[in-house]
């Protein structure tokens, strides 16, 4: 048997490459997916070839992640639950496919996750995977399948001669260019503030620099093309603004969220340049659009979350949906300021070629003004529905 493994290093996918070593003997070939994760992933190579990889795959897709992925997120405003800024969910479809393509190069017969029955990451893989490979390879998860605890795949890889990696951490982590995840520990009491040590990407907003930061940021058809007038590439624009704005204390973001299955989960959550970019895209939006095509804006973005989120990047809901996003962004053109200080952030101005505010027509003291007539034409008809229902149910109150 030839098994592909979708491998991150951490202790499920290692379980799982000993037991399809050992316990099946079968050929194992491991790949790491480089979506942005802040670890040594040569490293993790070398774990890989250690349990017993007889060849592995580390494949660089940060900029398409970026580009493919979260900047269709930006377009969408994807705040999954108005929180959460899908950076797991929006990864695991993209690392699918690259974990199918390997798989069908290399003639698999079963491509492994180490996804377990409780979680997201179980549907979102194995229903993306399932759209990419040929009908013959099968998919299968023996974390899920063999019901294997945390405890129990300690013990598995200890009776094979392995001390994990990282077993002694102290929380769960997940994180990639768009976020960083952290679970378990006290964090799975939700009435337990963090601690410090939970946090890697965000100062804490009492220690951060008691100067504020404002930020510019350039968009252009919807999407973020300069920070502060420096053009960069889509993964290392998402990059520098985590860095800079993370120092700043904002980011962090804690609530119980809406798990695929149902169930409800306590998330923590580190993730400035997500939050950052979403506001201000946002924000230039209602410079934009008119105020109908917000309100169905509004609706398209939660549709779209929520898809993703659920695991449906293959819908082709997703898709129609994103005809109509790309449309109204096509005017989402220029620059929006940003002023970030103790872990707050506001947006403190915004201007674009396409903007629909005129000050000539707004300003109270100098700009266009109705007169009576036309003001009282406009009250009337504005409100003549309302006053006629409200007429006609009073009668028939009384």
């Keep these: 048997m030839k098994a592909v493994v979708a491998f991150s290093g951490g202790l499920d996918t290692s379980t799982i490459v000993v037991l399809l070593r050992k316990k099946y003997e079968a050929e194992v070939i491991t790949v790491t997916v480089d979506v942005g994760q802040e670890e040594d992933l040569l490293g993790v190579e070398e774990w890989a070839y250690k349990l017993g990889a007889n060849k592995h795959y580390l494949i660089d897709s940060k900029e398409e992640f970026a580009e493919e992925y979260i900047f269709r997120a930006i377009k969408a405003n994807a705040l999954y639950e108005g929180k959460y800024p899908l950076g797991s969910a929006l990864a695991r479809p993209l690392i699918a496919k690259k974990v199918a393509e390997v798989a069908i190069k290399e003639g698999a017969d079963v491509v492994a996750h180490g996804c377990t029955s409780k979680g997201n990451d179980q549907v979102r893989f194995d229903l993306t995977l399932r759209a990419y490979l040929k009908p013959d ?112 204390g904002f980011g962090r973001i804690d609530f119980i969220e809406s798990r695929v299955v149902g169930l409800k989960s306590r998330e923590v959550y580190e993730a400035p340049a997500a939050l950052a970019l979403i506001e201000s895209h ?56 940003l002023k970030v200080y103790k872990g707050g952030l506001r947006v403190v101005g915004r201007d674009s070629p396409y903007s629909l505010y005129s000050q000539h027509v707004i300003d109270y003291d100098k700009g266009w003004y109705p007169s009576d007539c036309e003001a009282r034409g406009f009250i009337t008809i504005h409100g003549l529905y309302a006053l006629t229902a409200q007429s006609v149910r009073s009668r028939r109150g009384s």
């Design 137 to 248: 390879i099968k998919v299968i998860a023996p974390i899920r399948e063999l019901g294997l605890s945390r405890a129990k795949s300690l013990e598995i890889l200890k009776q094979y001669g392995f001390e994990p990696r990282g077993a002694h951490k102290k929380y769960s982590i997940d994180e990639n260019l768009w976020s960083r995840s952290i679970e378990g520990g006290e964090l799975d009491n939700p009435l337990i503030e963090p601690t410090e040590e939970a946090f890697s990407w965000t100062t804490s907003p009492e220690s951060a620099p008691d100067k504020p930061l404002y930020v510019e940021v350039e968009f252009k058809e919807g999407v973020p093309v300069a920070v502060n007038g420096d053009r960069l590439s889509p993964a290392s624009l998402v990059m520098k603004l985590n860095k800079l704005i993370g120092l700043q």
């Design 282 to 337: 946002k924000d230039l939006e209602r410079m934009v659009l008119t105020p109908r095509e917000l309100r169905l804006k509004n609706h398209l973005d939660e549709l779209w979350a929520d898809l993703v989120y659920q695991g449906l990047w293959i819908d082709p809901l997703r898709e129609h949906i994103e005809v109509a996003i790309n449309s109204m962004n096509k005017n989402v053109t220029g620059v929006v300021k």
